[in-house]
């Protein structure tokens, strides 16, 4: 039987004026309709992005326009990055084992620890990195993070502006990698809390930084309210500023130590991000409205885990004439040589009273 000719889809693209291209660009990727099988081009003022579909949401706003058929140059298949990176640093005569094998890259900016090896090499393992992988900024972890503030500790070694907006699970987060930290190692545990928290429920996050765990929840569920509260200025003001990247209108951020500003009696869900909560355990329960969730990290002895955490939070909910229902622990990294970085989440209901 004849099959008939091949269909051809027509190649679609979007024209949009270049001051409007980043935000357009950030939109059709989080709806995963950038064609990677041809290029970006300018035209005039005009940005022409290729895309798989016409997108949902409207174009007026962007002042852009659907243009279909529209010829655009075709990509080569992508090369394998690491491999590339091997290649230049051969080609630069730098020894492998100088440069990073992983690294971690937050919004258009790269992250590196370097291995011990010739510093004067450090700009040009950063430049090769940040070309092979089109990051606009490569910056050196240079010793972690820092006190309570959770303050980094990081030397650009290419490119220039440390400021980005990372996007993950359809949030966004704009922040300073010079200023604040970002985890991205903790996605699937942020996204798992956003889609266990019900409907209706209240929040009360102790230690949200600039979101990471109050965004996605206040996105992602339906959760009526949620308080975030931050004691760092710097953290705080990305946090306002994520609040209107995401439009959300369920997030109460709260300057200050969340000793003197987490609301009372209010909570369903109470979020312990930081590897001090033991020291706020008193805050949390206070902050319950009856039966509940905590959401509960420290640092732990490996050897003591699980039964250091687990005794911990069962005496603090005795204190507070709480009983735990239910108990999940995890670790979730090792954080030094025989330390890790554990998690619980605990449902907590009041002891009847006689
Ligand atoms: C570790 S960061 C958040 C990390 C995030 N939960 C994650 O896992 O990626 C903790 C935040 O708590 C803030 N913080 C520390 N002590 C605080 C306090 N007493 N009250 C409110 N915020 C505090 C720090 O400034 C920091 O931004």
Known sequence: ??????????????????????????????????????????RG????????????FDLVGFRARMEDGAALPVRSPPRDPRQEIRERLDAAGIRLE???????????????????????????????????????TVVQDVSGIHG????????????????????????RYALDVARVMFSSGNLAERMAIADR?????????????????????????RAEIVYACELNPVSFRYLLDNVRLNRTTNL???????????????????????????????VAFRALRGKGTIVYHELCPKEQYPDALTRRVTAAARAHWMNVRAIRTRIVKS???GI?????????????RP
């Not at 003022?45 to 949902?56: C, D």
């Not at 929040?203 to 992602?220: C, T």
């Open 252 to 282: 109460v951020p709260l300057f200050g130590d969340c000793r003197d500003t987490a609301p009372r009696g209010v909570a369903n869900w109470v979020i312990m991000g930081h590897f001090d909560a033991r020291d706020y355990l008193d």
């Open 1 to 42: 039987m004849n099959a008939g000719p091949p269909v051809i889809e027509p190649l679609r693209a979007i024209a949009v004026p270049k001051g409007n291209a980043d935000s357009l660009l950030r939109s059709l990727h989080t709806a995963h309709l950038i064609d990677r099988t041809r290029k970006i081009v300018k």
């Open 148 to 171: 309570p503030m959770r303050v980094p500790d990081v030397r650009v070694l290419w490119g220039d502006g440390t400021e980005t907006v990372h996007v993950e699970g359809g949030v």
């Open 45 to 56: 003022g005009a940005i022409v992005i290729p895309v798989t579909a016409k997108p949902v």
């Open 197 to 221: 928290v019900r409907p209706g429920a209240t929040v009360v996050d102790l230690f949200a930084g600039i979101g990471y765990f109050s965004l996605p929840i206040a996105v992602r569920s």
């Open 98 to 136: 100088e440069a990073p094998r992983r690294w971690e890259r937050i919004g258009d900016i790269v992250v590196i620890r370097l291995p011990p090896g010739n510093p004067a090499n450090a700009r040009r393992i950063a430049e090769i990195l940040g070309t092979v992988l089109d990051a606009r």
């Open 335 to 337: 954080y030094a040589p």
């Open 340 to 352: 890790v970085h554990c998690a619980a989440e605990v449902q907590v209901a009041p002891q009847n």
